[in-house]
């Protein structure tokens, strides 16, 4: 690192070097003579003798050339001619009656010829290395020097200054209990060899983005009480080649120093991806970096007492020696909360924010079905922020529903201008939503509709009930009235206005990806059969240049003419009920166009009116 002193010593040099150049150059300017032409000279001599004073000659020894020194009253410098023949200009001035003084030829100064270029050279050359230094220290994350380049950038968290326990880690009941095993290894690490037992080397934790990885990794340290090395998996990959290899191996040197101790990499897919899927070949800078992590890992060093922890999403991508025995034992998946970890998530969020009596935290749990624990702080954080700005000094259920609508569809733009015609088409496409919800089952009831756009870029939203148990499977039937209701809004717009909109790309989008997994993925199609025909939606390129599809142009027609028949299948039925229930239809939107927002009660009312 760059230390402040150094950086005023350097300042403070660079002055004194310009200073002094400053004062070499304003004396070389001064001192140095006028030079004149001999022609010049001799006609000053034959026109002018008595303008002319203080004439020295400087000789050569060897040769009769030289040069002329003297001072005119027509001018204030000093005048210099050079002369091929120092005897012949002698007799011309001493003729004119000018008194002339010899002397040797001044040489030029070593100083001037050799020695200042040298320091001008070796001064251009201290600049690039401080400016190159500077560069590399940016590039290096800011505030390093080139010595450090390679060093580990990995924060050490010391025993006593981790908080965070088990006990503030919410819904992770299983997850903590597989991690009990570690803790009470670096607690006590004679009683499992004693019998001969092997600590895992490393655990990694599988999970979706914002399910508490990085949280369970600093709950184990803080429940060990040991040293707990943190680094991002991009920390160690650079644009110079080796500098993710030294960074590797000066991060398990310090582990080393401070074992037994937690190494955690966060999101190691960026340095852990499967080798051979890049275009650099095996010269790769992340390739030789996931080398020595492996090495380093399981090699033919032995890291006693370092239990290597890393999080990532991405478990898919990661190589295959990265998750052999001996590297990552164990692969814990960190899923998302159930109805009972979320109650237990929500409770620890809300622990130092007041809430309402209104405010039901089993009944949230219930109708926050797919939320992780990062989705359930900003929920709540969010509330807060809600009821702030509205100057209440606590949290109502209102402001959860707010917040619930503003994270699901968007923050709600009441003071956009609309046009008529817009509005009016929006009110029937979200009516033509809320009917099939309400008739068909399993993917309703409805709790709310609106024609207000939102902050996603919707004209308006219908939002059903929250699902009241965590389901791990769908069937077949609910996912074809899944699509049914997709198609709810393009089919109202083509009953009352004889037209359709691109309103409904994002719903039309939505079946087709529905109907293309049950036909691919969960084996739902008679015509094509029980089989996985599905394709990875991410193209690696080094690994996928030359893949081949598995299945032959013939299925992949049959494919093709599979979910069209489905889609076309469930647009039919939900034209029938959307038709059957017109009555509702134009209810809903003449309400919707004068409320802008309806709730639950007020749609069902639209049902019983008709009947």
């Not at 870029?457 to 389901?471: Q, R, S």
């Not at 469930?570 to 004068?594: G, M």
């Amino acid at each position: 690192m760059i230390q402040r002193g150094n950086t005023g010593y350097k300042i403070y040099l660079f002055i004194i070097f310009v200073f002094v150049g400053i004062l070499i150059w304003y004396s070389y300017s001064q001192n140095r003579p006028v030079e004149w032409n001999y022609t010049s000279l001799t006609e000053a001599v034959k026109t002018e003798p008595e303008s002319i004073s203080g004439v020295t000659i400087s000789q050569n020894p060897e040769i009769p050339t030289g040069k002329v020194y003297f001072r005119s009253t027509h001018s204030s410098d000093k005048i210099v001619v050079n002369v091929s023949d120092v005897n012949e200009t002698v007799r011309m001035l001493e003729a004119a009656g000018i008194t002339v003084t010899l002397g040797d030829v001044e040489r030029e100064s070593y100083f001037m010829t050799t020695l200042l270029p040298v320091l001008l050279i070796i001064f251009a050359l201290y600049l690039l290395l401080v400016f190159f230094n500077h560069s590399m220290a940016a590039a290096s994350g800011g505030g390093r020097n080139m010595s450090d380049f390679g060093k580990s950038r990995a924060q050490m968290i010391i025993p006593g200054k981790n908080s965070v326990t088990f006990a503030d880690v919410a819904g992770l009941r299983e997850e903590k209990e597989d991690l009990e095993e570690i803790v009470d290894f670096l607690k006590d690490p004679k009683k499992y060899l004693a019998l001969g037992a092997r600590i895992p080397k490393g655990v990694l934790l599988v999970g979706a983005p914002g399910t508490g990885k990085t949280l369970l990794a600093k709950a184990v340290a803080g429940e060990a009480n040991t040293p707990f090395f943190s680094i991002s998996g991009s920390d160690f990959v650079e644009m110079f080649v080796g500098v993710g290899a030294s960074r590797v191996r000066d991060l398990f040197a310090q582990a080393k120093v401070h074992a037994p101790c937690i190494v955690f990499i966060d999101e190691i897919d960026a340095v852990g991806r499967r080798r051979g899927t890049g275009m650099g070949g095996g010269h790769d800078e992340r390739e030789q970096t996931l080398n020595q992590l492996l090495v380093e890992m399981d090699g033919f060093t032995i890291n006693e007492g370092i239990i290597v922890m890393a999080a990532t999403n991405r478990l898919d991508i990661l190589d295959p020696a990265l998750l052999r025995p001996g590297r990552f034992d164990r692969n814990i998946a960190v899923s998302k909360p159930d109805v009972r970890g979320r109650e237990e998530i929500l409770k620890v969020h809300a622990k130092n924010k007041p809430l309402a009596d209104d405010v039901d935290l089993t009944e949230l749990s219930r109708s926050t079905i797919g939320y992780t624990g990062a989705d359930l702080e900003n929920l709540m954080n969010e509330s807060a922020i809600s009821a702030a700005k509205d100057g209440r000094k606590f949290i109502t259920k209102e402001d959860i529903e707010k917040s619930y609508i503003k994270m699901s569809v968007g923050t709600e733009k009441k003071s956009r201008i609309v046009a008529e015609t817009e509005k009016k088409i929006t009110a029937y496409h979200e009516a033509g939503h809320a009917i099939l919800l309400h008739l068909l089952p399993n993917v309703g009831p409805v709790h709310t509709v609106s024609i207000i756009p939102t902050g996603a870029g919707a004209a308006g939203y219908t939002m059903p009930l929250p699902e009241k148990e965590d389901l791990m499977f769908h069937s077949k039937s609910k996912l074809l009235n899944d699509i049914c209701a997709d198609m709810g809004g393009r089919i109202a717009e083509d009953i009352i206005f004889g037209d359709v909109t691109t309103g409904a790309t994002h719903d039309i989008k939505h079946a087709t990806a529905i109907a293309r997994r049950m036909v691919t993925e969960f084996g739902m199609s008679e015509a094509v059969g029980v089989l996985h025909f599905s394709e990875d939606d991410e193209v690696v390129v080094g690994r996928d240049l030359g893949h081949v599809r598995t299945y032959s142009e013939d299925t992949a027609r049959k494919i093709d003419e599979e979910v069209k028949r489905i889609v076309d299948e469930c647009y039919a039925k939900a034209y029938d009920l959307i038709k059957k229930h017109e009555n509702v239809l134009h209810s809903c939107a003449n309400l919707l166009l004068e409320k802008e927002k309806i709730m639950a009660p007020e749609f069902e009312a639209l049902f019983v009116s008709e009947s």
